[in-house]
């Protein structure tokens, strides 16, 4: 069936030894698509020749001649197979220049640093249309499509020349090629560096927030800047983060996020940065971690960095919702505190059940939902007449100030509540952030 398929797409049209190898690519694995096509058109001509030689006419020899370009074939008859004045009539040459796409794409990649690739090849439309025509007149089951051979081809000989291997799970860099072009788009794949931070100074955001007046283009209110607060723990992580990976941009992911007047201490915030197409791969991250802290003049520290993927990003996220924190709080009470109210406390927090809508201040730019978190344990001790300091651990995603004064009835129980006095946060500090949930 393979052989009477062949004769007569051959019949018809000019093929290389790698398209009509392809039409049959599903079967016999561990050659190539061209060895194939190559041993199909030998069988053919042995064949041939056998007919040749019983006087039963020389068409077949002939056919593997004109359609097939077969020189053995012509051997037979004497005859040399003059230039490639006859293109194949499915890729028009392109499979002859996989050694030229494959220079073309080991040029493109240099200056870059990477340990492997993966290879992608884009079919001009009319050449792939062509060959699903061919497929459907001639019934061909177990074909292989151009694209699938060319990336396969190209990716062997880049790696030849690159000494590079292909990786089709998480390549360093994706290139795609179009043919018969030959146009390259090379696309290095995002580096990510994970870590922990500290913010040791107050009124410093998380990320850069844009000015409200000017959308961060620069006005008289933000002095120029476009920004509400001159730095960000952001902007003090990415900064020399891009310049060591030579990074396009970079995006900050972290664990939640502590509000600005609020410092992070203890074992850090984890984060994740994610570097858009980095030139660099192989970065000491060591020395990263001592530029980055050198650079923060002790208003952010980072610590533990390593090189993560996009599985930490999501699982980051998701963790962060429920995952343990502590809390310190500086806490003003509107009437003195006795030692009844810490002991009060202590055992109305403990274990404690909190139902909170988002609270007021920010509701410009989250939903308003309610929230049921759970305090764990609540630690309580007496500054001076008026003020107490708590330690609060608790699931994430609670919002601890409110916790405190009860955002007029939109979080209860509150602290304010549970005394019968109003109470208000002043300061308050992240002392420890778990990556799992408490039991």
């Given amino acids: 069936m393979v052989l009477e398929d062949a004769k007569r797409m051959l019949s018809k ?24 096509g190559r041993a199909i058109k030998l069988v053919l001509a042995l064949e041939g020749h056998s007919e040749f030689l019983k006087s039963k006419g020389d068409e077949l ?22 230039g490639k004045e006859r293109e194949c009539a499915l890729c028009g040459g392109i499979m002859d220049r996989i050694g030229e796409y494959a220079e073309a794409v080991a040029k493109a990649l240099e200056g870059l640093d990477y340990d492997n690739f993966l290879i992608g090849v884009r079919v001009a439309g009319e050449v792939a249309e062509r060959e699903d025509r061919i497929r459907a007149e001639f019934g061909i089951e177990f074909g292989e499509s151009m694209r699938m051979e060319c990336s396969r081809e190209i990716g062997k000989e880049v790696s030849k020349i690159t000494g590079k291997v292909v ?19 090379v696309r290095p794949m995002p580096l990510y560096i994970s870590g922990r931070y500290r913010k040791l100074v107050r009124g410093i955001p998380q990320s850069k927030w844009d000015c409200v007046h ?14 509400i607060y001159p730095t960000s723990v952001e902007e003090m992580v990415v900064g020399p983060v891009l310049e060591k990976t030579g ?10 996020r502590e509000d600005v007047d609020a410092i992070v201490t203890g074992n850090g915030r ?60 500086l806490v003003e009470v509107e009437r003195e505190v006795v030692d009844k109210d810490l002991e009060k406390l202590e055992k109305s927090f403990n274990g404690c059940l909190i139902n909170q809508y988002t609270p007021k201040r920010v509701l410009h730019r989250r939903a308003d939902k309610l929230r049921v978190k759970k305090v764990y344990e609540m630690k309580a001790k007496k500054v001076d007449s008026n003020r107490i300091e708590l330690i609060v651990r608790c699931q994430g995603g609670l919002y601890v100030k409110e916790l405190i ?35």
């Fill in 13 to 36: 049209y000019i093929l290389c030894d790698s398209c009509l190898g392809r039409q049959f690519g599903g079967l016999v694995k561990g050659v190539t698509n061209r060895e194939r």
């Fill in 61 to 82: 020899l002939k056919i593997l001649i004109t359609n097939g370009l077969f020189q053995p074939a012509a051997n037979v008859l004497g005859i040399q197979i003059e």
């Fill in 167 to 185: 990786e089709f799970k998480k390549p360093d860099v994706v290139v795609l090629v179009e043919v018969p072009g030959p146009k390259i788009l």
């Fill in 214 to 227: 000017c959308r961060g283009r620069g006005c008289e209110v933000c002095h120029g800047t476009g920004k």
């Fill in 247 to 256: 990074g396009v941009s970079a995006k900050f992911h972290g664990a939640g």
């Fill in 270 to 329: 984890p984060f994740v940065v994610e570097i858009k197409e980095p030139k660099k791969r192989r970065v000491d991250l060591k020395e990263l971690e001592g530029e980055i802290n050198r650079r923060a003049e002790g208003k952010v520290e980072v610590l533990d960095l390593a090189f993560s993927d996009k599985k930490r990003v999501r699982s980051l996220k998701e963790k962060a919702k429920v995952a343990e924190k502590i809390y310190r709080a």
């Fill in 405 to 439: 004064s009860g955002d007029d009835g939109r979080t209860k129980p509150s602290v304010s509540e549970v005394l019968g006095a109003g109470a208000r946060c002043v300061e308050l500090d992240v002392i420890s952030v778990s990556e799992v949930g408490a039991q």
